[in-house]
């Protein structure tokens, strides 16, 4: 495909319960971020892999967040045991390098009831 | 002190105007400066980045930044209605390649 593609689009969880967000970037782009964007709010940064190195994951709310990116193309973003706040649109961006060119994709909107 | 500062909005403006979006930063040794647009429940897309100070023109864009006054600003010339969206100021501050990324601001251009 053209763009970066996230599944799945939207996610209802219990509370207590784990999800795995997925995230396809762009072909051949090295970069690849996780945001996690509540409503109201500006992105937030939770992670940064280049190729399969996770070389910042300072964002990263809790130790019940987990990314990972093992070849170095798709990523998975887990969260483990959702909580109410962990509600928000969780939103993957690739670049060919580095955060100059991010090129978002379209989110998976979790919602924990 | 939230890192990157701007106002909520919404900011509106007539069909033609030439529209103002501001953000200040607080970390003297940010790098580079993103602005984002955003449409109601889309992802964001870059418009522009600027990391020197002065103003970078891109079309109907223009950023302008001033590092002195840690403060980067949006002009958009000949506002459309298909400008409407929300405009997000992102900053780099070092790191892995980390922004930080602004509350946004709401942009209604009135036709």
């Known amino acids: 495909g053209a763009g970066v593609s996230q599944s799945p689009r939207y996610k209802v969880a219990k509370r207590g319960q784990d999800v795995a967000l997925r995230c396809d970037p762009i072909?051949?782009?090295?970069?690849l971020f996780w945001y996690q964007q509540a409503l109201g709010q500006g992105p937030e940064f939770l992670t940064y892999f280049q190729n399969e190195a996770q070389l910042d994951k300072s964002g990263l709310p809790s130790d019940r967040f987990f990314a990972e990116r093992p070849e170095g193309s798709v990523s998975t973003l887990k969260i483990q045991r959702t909580q109410q706040e962990d509600s928000a649109v969780y939103l993957c961006?690739?670049?060919?390098?580095?955060?100059?060119?991010?090129?978002f994709g379209p989110g998976t909107r979790l919602t924990v009831t | 002190q939230k890192e990157v500062e701007q106002n909520s909005g919404p900011l509106s403006v007539p069909e033609g105007a030439i529209a103002s979006l501001n953000c200040t930063y607080s970390?003297?040794?940010?790098?580079?400066f993103f602005w984002y647009r955003q449409y109601s429940g889309k992802s964001p897309e870059l418009i522009m980045f600027?990391?020197?100070?002065g103003d970078k023109e891109d079309g109907r864009f223009t950023a302008q930044l001033n590092k002195a006054s840690q403060y980067v600003s949006l002009l958009i010339r000949d506002s459309q209605p298909s400008d409407s969206a929300t405009y997000l100021c992102?900053?780099?501050?070092?790191?892995?390649?980390?922004?930080?990324f602004g509350i946004g601001t709401k942009l209604q251009v009135i036709p």
């Open positions: 600027i990391y020197s100070n």
């Open positions: 072909s051949g782009h090295v970069s």
């Open positions: 961006a690739s670049s060919i390098a580095g955060v100059y060119e991010q090129y």
């Open positions: 970390d003297r040794g940010s790098q580079s």
């Open positions: 992102a900053v780099l501050s070092g790191g892995y390649q980390k922004v930080t």
